[in-house]
């Protein structure tokens, strides 16, 4: 994974430049419930460091997913700024902010998420879709990921036939295949059973110590958030 | 990306076949009509370009004095005449089978029509058999009638057992003339009780005449009305083709109700179709979320949830056009070109309407699948994620 297919090199060199990747600084977060301003996070601020592995905890509703939200650029902020690599995320407009998370963002959610028409290659090769590459090129860059989460010799099952695990290792080959610098991971081991979660979180543990990945993972799993390098807890949307 | 939504169909293949069965029903029925549309019209291509008809003024309805016949053939241009009187006849053994009977002179009548074709034989028996018949051989094959076989008809408006005698069956060397119909002796019909009855006596329903210059019919039917213009009875000539296409006038509501069932029809499919996508956008809100939230444009839902509801129904048009030519040409077609030839004489379905059904089942899809493309492209990403996936 070598970071060839990134696009915001300058923006990231920029971004690093002081160590730090992502910067939250006063984000409030709120919704309308009727007529009722809810606020889920409240002038938050956090600073995650290139190469870093970190777990955000916290009990339902304390606004741990709506940060991880914020910071992979699916939604503004209501006031204060996220700061990716140097971007301000939230000020993006809606196309550009696409184009950025398809270049700097790989995703893992909890339940896997692939679609069930393609087989794990072609999952795989799906947001290589949006790059300038060809089908030759795609393919080759899909089968790496595969081999480095170790399903190489399954690249040619569909979803269907794979264990919960496997799904989850091709979601990761999927989220690291565009080559990003910050993987966002929303419960990545919620659907998975003892041995196959701790499978995931050692896939994890390498991205970040040998591919230099910097990881953010929501949990509620302390067994996971142990194998992060450092923990965040959340509560009624503020940090601890 | 259309790969992705071509793979797509396989996701739920009941839906995709019943879905792709709809549209080919859809599309099975739109081709039949036209194609009803477009063979009635193109009746009246077959009509012969040298043969006039002469009617009553007011009506078809409405006879004519026999003693106009000689009158016509008198004037410049006519070569011959015939006459033709609608009988109504029906057979008490075959009664939901329709088929014209019509009373005629038979030399002349073969001499107006001579794409009649008749064994000399059997010519010779009708001419001498008063009460011999000739009957096309669609009409005989379907209701097994044999040369020699005594027959009673019943007739509809001139009432009785009228007693027949096939005495020959006829083809035709063109599509000018029905094969199912049944020809007789006016004679027979003329001398009879119910003639005088019906004030039918020495009247005729209509006179055919073959000209000797088909550039001329225009002309010719001006003169044989301006030579009855003031009689008691006026008549109305047009040349063969006129004729049909008037009869096609006549009854043009019901090809415009024809028209417009075929693309109610559609219509009907755009709105089942439309709803099956909008099924199939709403069980993938969830999935759409994760495309958008993996760098997939608004632009990219649309291409996907268009590219499939195209397909979809471009198969299920194939499908239907498949179904259609053997269903159409081979079925239905054959069907009424044998027993109603002189409405139908060519039923195949027009290469045009072949082209329009395909683009048609194309269009389809793409306005089926407009308004939920456009709702897939709406989604905010965190509110698609939010949903069960």
């Known amino acids: 994974m070598s970071g060839e297919t990134s696009t915001t090199g300058e923006l990231a060199a920029k971004g690093s430049a002081n160590g730090t990747i992502v910067e939250a600084i006063k984000v409030r977060k709120t919704y309308l419930r009727g007529k009722e301003e809810l606020a889920v996070l409240q002038d938050l601020d956090l600073t995650v460091h290139e190469g870093a592995f970190e777990a955000l905890m916290g009990p339902s509703g304390s606004g741990k997913s709506t940060l991880l939200n914020l910071i992979a650029g699916l939604d503004r902020p209501s006031s204060g700024q996220i700061r990716v690599a140097g971007v301000d995320v939230g000020s993006l407009p809606e196309r550009s902010r696409a184009k950025w998370r398809a270049a700097n963002i790989g995703f893992i959610f909890q339940t896997y998420n692939m679609m069930p028409v393609l087989t794990a290659l072609e999952n795989v090769e799906l947001p290589l879709l949006l790059a300038n590459l060809s089908s030759k090129e795609r393919r080759e860059r899909a089968k790496t990921a595969l081999e480095v989460v170790g399903l190489s010799e399954r690249m040619q099952h569909y979803p269907r036939e794979l264990s919960g695990g496997q799904e989850q290792r091709v979601a990761i080959a999927r989220a690291i295949v565009t080559d990003p610098r910050l993987i966002v991971a929303d419960e990545p081991t919620g659907d998975l059973d003892r041995k196959s979660a701790d499978d995931v979180l050692k896939l994890l543990e390498r991205l970040n110590t040998e591919f230099n990945k910097t990881i953010i993972m929501v949990t509620h799993d302390p067994a996971a958030a142990e194998r992060a390098k450092k923990v965040h807890h959340l509560d009624k949307g503020a940090l601890l | ?389």
Request: charged letters at 20%.
């Open chain 2, 1 to 389: 990306m259309t790969m992705v939504a071509v793979r797509n169909l396989g996701r739920n293949k009941l839906r995709t076949l019943l879905t792709m069965c709809g549209v080919m029903v859809a599309i099975v029925t739109f081709v039949l009509l036209r194609t009803v549309l477009s063979a009635w019209t193109a009746a009246a291509d077959f009509a012969a370009k040298d043969r006039v008809g002469t009617r009553h003024k007011v009506s078809f309805i409405m006879p004519l004095p026999k003693r106009y016949v000689q009158e016509v053939r008198d004037i410049p241009g006519v070569k011959s005449t015939a006459i033709a009187n609608w009988f109504g006849g029906k057979d008490p053994k075959h009664e939901t089978e329709f088929f014209a009977t019509l009373a005629v002179e038979p030399k002349d009548f073969l001499d107006v029509y001579d794409e009649i074709s008749v064994p000399e034989d059997q010519r010779e028996s009708w001419f001498q058999n008063r009460t011999g018949a000739i009957v096309g051989d669609a009409l005989a094959k379907k209701l097994g009638w044999k040369i020699g076989d005594r027959v009673t008809l019943i007739g509809t408006i001139f009432p009785g057992d009228w007693e027949f005698q096939i005495s020959g069956i006829y083809t035709a060397t063109r599509r000018s003339v029905d094969r199912s119909s049944f020809y007789f002796h006016y004679e027979y019909f003329n001398e009879s009780p119910q003639a005088t009855q019906a004030g039918m006596h020495d009247m005729v329903g209509w006179i055919v005449s073959r000209i000797d210059d088909p550039g001329r019919s225009a002309d010719i039917s001006k003169a044989i009305d301006v030579k009855f213009d003031e009689r008691d009875v006026q008549t109305l000539s047009m040349s063969e083709r006129a004729m049909n296409t008037s009869f096609i006038g006549m009854i043009s509501a019901v090809l415009k109700a024809v028209d417009v069932v075929s693309l109610v029809i559609l219509a009907i499919m755009v709105l089942i179709l439309g709803n099956t996508v909008a099924m199939g956008v709403r069980e993938r809100t969830h999935e759409y979320g994760v495309l958008r939230a993996i760098g997939f444009l608004p632009k990219h839902l649309v291409v996907f949830v268009l590219s499939e509801a195209v397909v979809v129904s471009t198969l299920g048009g194939v499908l239907g056009l498949l179904v259609s030519y053997p269903f159409v040409e081979k079925g239905v077609g054959l069907f009424l070109e044998e027993n109603m030839g002189a409405f139908f004489p060519f039923f195949r379905i027009d290469p045009m309407t072949a082209v329009a059904a395909l683009i048609l089942a194309a269009a389809l899809g793409l306005v089926a699948a407009a308004l939920p493309a456009y709702t897939a492209s709406q989604l905010k990403v965190v509110d698609a994620l939010r949903r069960a996936g």
